[in-house]
């Protein structure tokens, strides 16, 4: 068969996007058809860098050209992406703003945003990270940045924070606004305003995600920023224990509230269990079990994956390197998936507004 531009795209109707349930071809996805004799070559745009099914896909669009157009095409397939955008943005240079989140302290939850927001780099986005958590700000110790103080710049009358780079992302934390060693004993109008001006006055330039480590509980932070911005959805983290998940409860029902209203892309349970490393093989589920995942199908939430107690992980916050960074261990490929998976959720939820709309 005569290899055209028209049985191209009549094959790749074929092949469907699992997550937003349409064809690549009615979803925009196929770019820069080329055709030279038995030579295809196109462009798979997807939704995001991070894309956990990109091989699957590419698997299947060469799949469907030998089947429907000729068996024996010689296929050149870019696999590119475009991150999707959230239907209201806060800024035209920001596409989605991440918040993770947890109704105690002791989960985890800055340790998860950390590991994300590299994860989503690693993957190919272009990230920033909010250290948001005005009483306990630990992003400066898990980047090894205590001390650092971000400069300001001038443009237009208007002066703005240079936001850190490191670990291939941008990163603002109230700790660099104070002294490690002293308390901050701020009021909720002047907590609100703090933080505000991380988001306003952060020279953030162009992010495909910007991940927000939010404090525990349900407070005046939580109620400002997602009424103050538009968020593309909440990562929860908790751990196994009834505790733990009785406040993980309240979080969620603060984002399910209506006037908030932030999806909740899934449900993160960190130290699920404990692995010696001795006896590799035995899980010890020392806070419980399975709390998580009930959580999740409680309301009707992803379960985004399980995260060992691992030493590891610890020593490579407190060293300044988060534990993702240590490329083909388990923690790091961990990291990745979840990386993958919540840029996953955030396309659905994008697609699924703008569906709406």
Known sequence: M???????????KNVEDPDLKKDL????????????GLTVKFSVVLTTPACPMKDMLENACRNAIKHFVNKEADMIINMTSRVTTA???????????????SGKGGVGKSTVAANLAIGLSLNGA???????????PSIPIMFGLEGAKPKASEANGKTSIEPIEKHGIKLLSMGFFTDPNQPVPWRGPMIST?????????A????????VDLPPGTGDIHITLTQSFPIAGAVIVTTPQQVALADAKRGIGMFKMDAINVPILGIVENMSYFTPAELPNNKYYIFGKNGGKELAEMYNAPFLTELPL???ISEASDGGSPVVLQSGTVMSDAFMKLAQLVAQQVAIQNNKLQTQQ
């Open 126 to 136: 272009k990230v920033g990270l909010i250290d948001a958590d005005i009483y306990g």
């Open 2 to 12: 005569l290899i055209t531009k028209e049985n191209i795209l009549s094959a790749l």
């Open 194 to 202: 703090a933080v505000k001006q991380l988001f306003n006055d952060g």
């Open 87 to 101: 239907p209201q943005v806060f800024s035209k240079n920001i596409k989605n703003i991440i918040v993770v989140a």
């Open 25 to 36: 071809v009615t979803l925009g996805m196929i770019e820069d058809i080329v055709i030279d």
């Open 204 to 211: 953030w330039g162009e992010l495909d995600y910007l991940v």
């Open 310 to 312: 691992v030493q590891s």
